[in-house]
């Protein structure tokens, strides 16, 4: 697991992208869901998801480029133009700290 950011430095419905091994990730917070992490980079046209509208209550994360939505718990794009998913990761909460795990680049 490494260590990406501390839990108040994505604020709720907000993400943050951070690079991980050579991987550009995006984390999500999702309030009482807690966090997502997934490719910070869109499967459709290579847009920075993390600039993107996170929905709290459909657990996505929308493409600012064209506007897919993918599943934060899945990755799976949820609308066009997208069809590819992102790759998901899994995220621990250790006190204070987001914790993601991340295979090496």
Known sequence: MTR????????VGEARRFEINGRWIAVANLGDEGFRAVDAVCSHEHAW???GEVDIDLCTIECPKHGSTFDLNTGKPRSLPAVAPVAVYPVTINDDDILIE????
């Open 49 to 51: 998801l993390d600039k």
């Open 4 to 11: 990406v950011c501390a839990v108040g430095e994505v604020p």
């Open 102 to 105: 991340v295979g090496d680049g």
